[in-house]
């Protein structure tokens, strides 16, 4: 059986994620993996016996990929996507896609001209409890959606900021809280509501940091067409990471959503509840425990697209989505207008 060629490019905290789900794919050879920190790629080439680079570019050129997995800060998604596409290798990328909608947008041109794949990890959508709701809703047992809200509030402290090179910057990260923090959140509230939007209103602001220049706090409403109100607030200054939340108010009832739980509660006072199966266990390591286990089903289902040539479920346009939201939500806070999409 012929196995993909992959490399990964970024070994930071979210490299085991994806070397553990692609080790544990039978029909994937995890061929290389680089790093700009020597000590830091030679150590996990040793751990998951593969080829080791400091360069992305002779990578591509020597590792002879069949699909790349990007990893890196943020400002780096978009030109590595694009530098992989140009060498005919298909690309999964962390999220955000990008840090600009317009960087985003060459993202998915690049990779159509050259006829390459492009998926965008939003790994939660995967989630039990996130999928039941994502069925109820699509066979409309709860009627149509009145009104949506959605809150993060965690615990980022400048120390947390100062341990990175890149995070905490609008060049390199993009920004703070919302595009870091709370993009999964946002990403699941508008896939539940699954309308286009008509407008952002948003505030942001910086209200604790000190050694940071993006936001810390954002709030607003984005406003679909379809006439759902969905709020948003994300703070992240808590002294702790409290359980992300996101309600559906609905014909039939209301839909909690609560770090992967979904509880229904219909007008007759039934209900219905679906978290995370114990069963479903996978140990990435010591890494941080709400990225939960879903990372290989969605990595799986990428390559399952790519056998069956169908494109991802999260491809580049799924995900554009998205990062228009953010990037709104940014434009509105610092001009202070509502933005229309």
Not at 46 to 55: H, P
Request: with cysteine; proline share 2%; net charge negative.
């Amino acid at each position: 059986m012929h196995k993909l060629r992959v490399g990964i490019v970024g070994c930071g905290n979210i490299f085991p994620m994806h070397a553990i789900s692609i080790k544990k794919n039978d029909q994937l050879d995890l061929v290389a993996i680089c790093d700009i920190k020597k000590d830091r790629v030679e150590k996990e080439a040793k751990r998951f016996e593969t080829k080791a680079y400091d360069d992305y570019e002779t990578m591509l050129k020597e590792a002879k990929l069949d699909v790349v997995h990007i990893c890196t800060p943020h400002y780096l998604h978009a030109p590595m996507t694009v530098l992989a596409a140009e060498h005919h290798v298909h690309v999964l990328t962390e999220k955000p896609m990008a840090i600009h909608v317009d960087d985003a947008k060459k993202m998915i041109e690049t990779c159509e001209s050259h006829q390459v794949t492009l998926g965008v990890i939003f790994q939660n959508r995967y989630n039990k409890g996130a999928a039941f709701l994502k069925d109820v809703l699509m066979k409309g047992k709860l009627g149509k959606i009145k009104s949506a809200k959605c809150q993060v509030t965690w615990d980022r402290s400048d120390d947390y900021y100062m341990r990175s090179d890149w995070k905490g910057t609008w060049d390199k990260e993009g920004g703070g809280a919302v595009i870091d923090q709370a993009i999964h959140t946002l990403d699941l509230m508008r896939w539940f509501v699954d309308d286009e939007i008509d407008y952002i209103d948003a505030s942001i602001a910086n209200r604790v940091h000190l050694k940071i220049d993006v936001e810390d706090t954002a709030e607003g409403l984005i406003q679909f067409k379809n006439g759902v109100r969905a709020n948003f607030h994300v703070i992240n200054y808590n002294t702790m990471d409290s359980p992300v939340t996101i309600e559906l108010h609905c014909e039939n009832g209301i839909a909690k959503y609560t770090d992967g739980l979904a509880e229904i509660t219909y007008t007759d006072t039934s209900k219905e509840i679906v978290g995370a199966d114990p069963r479903e266990r996978l140990d990435y390591g010591d890494v941080k425990s709400y990225w939960g286990v879903s990372h290989i089903k969605q990595i799986s289902d990428f390559y399952q697209t790519l056998k069956e040539k169908k494109k991802p479920v999260i491809d580049g346009n799924e995900a554009l989505v998205t990062q228009k939201i953010v990037n709104a939500i940014y434009e509105s806070g610092k001009t202070h207008k509502k933005v229309y999409l």
